[in-house]
């Protein structure tokens, strides 16, 4: 079993659909990281959490440090949401930066 | 600014050869990691320099190493290659001493390693 799981793997949507993405993680840790990345290899860091919850744009990360687990929200999603979104989670007792296998997501038009 | 750059984007080596990669990382930042991405094991952390010192390094083998110079430049090398390494090999720099753990990380485009 991954220390890091992510679900669903792969998403498809609409349009303007509220979408989740969710991480699950077995281990303790300290800190929580989303990243993005596109076709083509590009990364983009989009969130770090060690609680609560943070709001970008349309984007809304929460954690539940007790449940161990993490969402990626996106609102009103548009077609150049269509990514890869990876979890990381970095366990600081064990200084650790473990990655999620990534939920593919495409957004239609 | 800026932004991360790696050099070279693309490499293709053979089998036993060794191959060093380029970091630059944006400027001011201390903290550069590095970090390997394949389709069957995905994102795996490699290393994290900080100050020139390596402060954390990831579950790979000793031919995988690397370094970082004063100007917050950094190198990872691989020796004797194998089929296995072929990948993408992805730099990042941050810029609190947090390093990536605690801080926004910003990403280099990557170089795609192909060893025959």
């Known amino acids: 079993k991954n220390e890091v799981e992510q679900s669903p793997q792969n998403l498809t949507a609409q349009e303007g659909e509220f979408i989740t993405i969710n991480c699950s993680y077995s281990?303790?840790?300290?800190?929580l990281h989303w990243l993005q990345q596109h076709p083509g290899g590009g990364i983009v860091s989009l969130f770090m959490?060690?609680?609560g919850k943070k709001k970008h744009g349309r984007l809304i990360a929460t954690i539940n440090i007790q449940e161990k687990h993490s969402s990626l929200h996106i609102t009103a999603s548009h077609p150049r949401d269509s990514a890869v979104y990876i979890c990381a989670a970095y366990g600081g007792a064990t200084n650790k930066l473990i990655f999620g296998t990534g939920t593919l997501l495409a957004v239609q038009p | 600014k800026a932004g991360v750059t790696q050099t070279p984007r693309y490499l293709i080596k053979t089998r036993g050869q060794q191959v060093t990669l380029s970091c630059s990382p944006i400027s001011g930042h201390r903290s550069v990691s590095w970090y390997q991405q394949t389709p069957g094991q995905g994102l795996q952390f490699l290393f994290e320099?900080?100050?020139?010192?390596?402060?954390n390094k990831g579950n790979f083998p000793g031919r995988f190493s690397g370094r970082q110079f004063s100007n917050s430049r950094s190198e990872m090398n691989v020796s004797t290659l194998e089929l296995g390494d072929s990948a993408l090999y992805l730099c990042?720099?941050?810029?609190?001493?947090?390093?990536?753990?605690?801080?926004?990380?910003?990403f280099g485009p990557g170089t795609r390693l192909t060893v025959l």
């Open positions: 281990v303790g840790i300290s800190a």
């Open positions: 959490l060690s609680s």
């Open positions: 990042a720099s941050s810029l609190g001493s947090g390093g990536p753990y605690y801080n926004e990380q910003f």
């Open positions: 320099y900080f100050s020139e010192t390596q402060r």
